[in-house]
């Protein structure tokens, strides 16, 4: 009887083990999305990269002008899941190199190493899934002409149960999608635009949107603001809803996110400074297209809990 007992606890195991190694398996984009895509045109994927702030995150801590474009990594990102350290990106053997443009399509909008690791969250694809392939292509195209550096990057610093991988897998199933966050009726080609680039290579509400336990988004608080990933201090609603952004004009923000000025002469802070020095380096009218999508979204309150007075 207790034979039979601890035989059917095994299969039973071996069981839970065969469904979990199948449900959390990495799941590549479909091959068919690269087929129409041109060979990638450098000046547009400078464009895209600065559209998706590379530079913040795999650039060295405090690197200004032309250093910026040496994307070694290094930098670490404390969170309450552990420390995450960016990787170096840089066309050397180090870095990206030796990797196919089917390589960062799978890397940014399946979260999918060549390896056939899943890479951590940090690394925003929840976001970069809903960007176009053809983006992805001239963006490979102006990746390969930045400096190559042989620096590598120290390994993430996380415990159990965050340090096992596969269990990625579930998690994706849950929150990774390249349908669009909102559902915008009669949205102007404007806000269609800002759509884009907000919630695709902009990755706004990576920040800016509430998360739950287990670092899911919030999206029925979308761009509500969140308490910094950092865990100190909050990232503020970005909506019209209370606390947002319901006194400022299209103007005001497009002009914020160049100069980094508010409407009442204050500047932003934060990490938002160096979102600004990436958006400055974007089109005009990228920047009036992400303010008018910002005034599109369903006002909410403060998606963080308030300090009482």
């Known amino acids: ?6 035989l059917l606890i095994v299969l039973l195991a071996a069981i839970a083990g065969t469904g979990f190694w199948f449900a959390t398996a990495p799941v590549r984009i479909d091959p068919a999305l690269l087929a129409a895509v041109v060979p990638g045109d450098v000046q547009r994927g400078m464009k895209v990269f600065w559209q998706g702030g590379c530079a913040s995150c795999h650039a060295a801590p405090g690197s200004k002008g032309d250093a910026r474009l ?17 990787p170096n990106i840089s066309p050397s053997k180090q870095g990206i190199g030796d990797w196919s443009l089917e390589d960062l399509a799978n890397a940014m909008m399946a979260g999918v190493a060549p390896d056939g690791r899943h890479f951590y969250p940090a690394f925003p694809y929840t976001s970069y899934a809903r960007m176009q392939t053809q983006d992805i292509a001239d963006l490979y195209a102006y990746l390969k002409t930045l400096p190559p550096t042989d620096n ?12 096992i991988r596969r269990g990625l897998g579930l998690w994706k199933r849950l929150y990774l999608s390249p349908g669009p966050v909102l559902a915008i009726a009669d949205a102007t ?6 759509q884009y ?11 800016h949107t509430p998360r739950n336990a287990i670092g ?3 999206k029925g608080m979308w761009l509500a603001g969140a308490k910094a990933a950092e865990g100190k ?6 909506t019209d809803g209370e606390g947002g952004i319901g006194d400022w004009s299209e103007k005001d923000l497009a002009y914020a996110l160049e100069s980094g000025f508010t409407p009442d002469f204050d500047s932003l802070g934060g990490s938002m400074t160096d979102v600004v020095q990436n958006m400055a380096h974007i089109e005009a009218s990228d920047r009036e297209a992400i303010a008018a999508y910002l005034k599109a979204v369903p006002p909410h309150p403060n998606g963080y809990p308030t300090t009482p007075k």
């Not at 040496?70 to 960016?86: C, D, E, H, M, S």
């Not at 590598?152 to 340090?163: C, R, S, T, Y």
């Not at 201090?233 to 970005?238: E, M, S, T, Y």
């Open 197 to 207: 680039l907000v919630e695709g290579p902009g990755h706004c509400g990576e920040c």
């Open 152 to 163: 590598v990057a120290g390994p993430h610093k996380l415990g159990f149960p965050f340090n």
């Open 70 to 86: 040496v994307l070694a990594g290094g930098v670490n990102l404390a969170t309450p899941f552990g420390t995450f350290v960016t």
């Open 189 to 194: 080609d404007a806000v269609k635009r800002g």
């Open 1 to 6: 009887m207790i034979r039979r007992a601890v």
């Open 216 to 218: 899911g988004l919030d």
């Open 233 to 238: 201090g909050v990232v503020p609603n970005i």
